[in-house]
């Protein structure tokens, strides 16, 4: 009779283990959530920093409308 518990541990055991297994399954799904929102968020950042720099340089061609136009268009005047 001795078996008994042992078996009963056992089974205790093997259930503990696939419950840590199904929770780190979970964990790892939720990783994968958060990690797509970072690459999300990269990507993001990066078409915002290029769209930044668009306006800038447009601003700086509003701001100086000579420097960037220049006497090219007015050669004969």
């Given at each position: 009779?001795?078996?008994?518990?042992?078996?009963?541990?056992?089974?205790?055991?093997?259930?503990?283990?696939?419950?840590?297994?199904?929770?780190?399954?979970?964990?790892?799904e939720r990783?994968?959530?958060?990690?797509?929102?970072?690459?999300?968020?990269?990507?993001?950042?990066?078409?915002?920093?290029?769209?930044?720099?668009?306006?800038?340089?447009?601003l700086r061609?509003?701001?100086?409308?000579?420097?960037?136009?220049?006497?090219?268009?007015?050669?004969?005047?």
């Amino acid at each position: 009779m001795s078996s008994r518990p042992e078996a009963t541990a056992i089974s205790q055991a093997v259930n503990e283990v696939m419950a840590i297994v199904e929770s780190l399954k979970q964990a790892s799904e939720r990783m994968d959530e958060v990690l797509e929102l970072v690459e999300h968020a990269e990507r993001q950042k990066l078409a915002d920093e290029h769209e930044i720099d668009s306006l800038r340089r447009l601003l700086r061609q509003l701001q100086h409308p000579r420097s960037s136009r220049g006497d090219r268009h007015e050669p004969g005047a």
